[in-house]
Nanobody
Framework: EVQLVESGGGLVQPGGSLRLSCAAS????????MGWFRQAPGKEREGISSINRIGVTTYYADSVKGRFTISRDNAKNTLYLQLNSLKTEDTAMYYCAKSVLTLLRPGPPLPSDYDVWGQGMQVTVSS
């Protein structure tokens, strides 16, 4: 079964940090571009970061650039997102996803390019 299982979300104060993890199974993880998305209440799902197959090339949305870091460990079939300097506006459901693409496309990750999604996890930034 193709599956993505996320962990690491929670409640954090402004300025704090979290590390999100996404464990993949059921497919050749190192063959695909991977991405992170988030969706706040009443807003569309936003592609915030993506990474190529070997973890060298990345993309970040302007809203998270310089604060979030995407990485992957292909030996462990795991995708990560390090969230630093968190702001209240980062509050959202966060999703990892597997792309249908094997090469990283320039620009923001598009939901239509992703075919497998994690269950989502809540990140709440509040004092």
């Amino acid at each position: 079964e193709v599956q993505l299982v996320e962990s690491g979300g929670g409640l954090v104060q402004p300025g704090g940090s979290l590390r999100l993890s996404c464990a993949a199974s059921g497919f050749n993880f190192n063959n695909y571009v991977m991405g992170w998305f988030r969706q706040a209440p009443g807003k569309e799902r936003e592609g915030i970061s993506s990474i190529n197959r070997i973890g060298v090339t990345t993309y970040y949305a302007d809203s998270v650039k310089g604060r979030f870091t995407i990485s992957r460990d292909n030996a462990k079939n795991t995708l990560y997102l390090q969230l630093n300097s968190l702001k209240t506006e980062d509050t959202a459901m966060y999703y990892c996803a597997k792309s249908v693409l094997t090469l990283l496309r320039p620009g923001p990750p598009l939901p239509s390019d992703y075919d497998v999604w994690g269950q989502g996890m809540q990140v709440t930034v509040s004092s």
